[in-house]
């Protein structure tokens, strides 16, 4: 059975950094891309950020700059560093897995972010 299991979310001040983690099991971590993605009240799910097989990571405009995926493929975890945090970065968070790099088929239950002015 595969889970996803994100944790690390809260509430911070604009300003400020949370580092949000995602541990896999059921999958052969190393052979899935990961992806972080947010869903905020009334609006789309968007792609956050991504991180292949290989490591070749890509991110969102909105988050350029201030946020950074990564992976630890000893510890099926991948991890997203969020700093400089913004209201508008309230959401909540999921992350998921893309095997072989292709689409994301799995997915976390999500963790919540809200960042107060």
């Known amino acids: 059975q595969v889970q996803l299991v994100e944790s690390g979310g809260g509430l911070v001040q604009a300003g400020g950094s949370l580092r949000l983690s995602c541990a896999a099991s059921?999958?052969?971590?190393?052979?899935?891309?990961m992806g972080w993605y947010r869903q905020a009240p009334g609006k789309q799910r968007e792609q956050v950020a991504a991180i292949t097989t290989g490591g070749n990571t890509n991110y969102a405009d909105s988050v350029k700059g201030r946020f950074t995926i990564s992976r630890d493929n000893t510890k099926n975890t991948v991890y997203l560093q969020m700093n400089s945090l913004k209201p508008e970065d309230t959401a909540v968070y999921y992350c998921?897995?893309?095997?072989?790099?292709?689409?994301?088929?799995?997915w976390g239950q999500g963790t919540q972010v809200t960042v107060s002015s």
């Open positions: 059921g999958i052969i971590f190393s052979r899935n891309a």
């Open positions: 998921a897995a893309a095997p072989w790099d292709g689409g994301y088929k799995y």
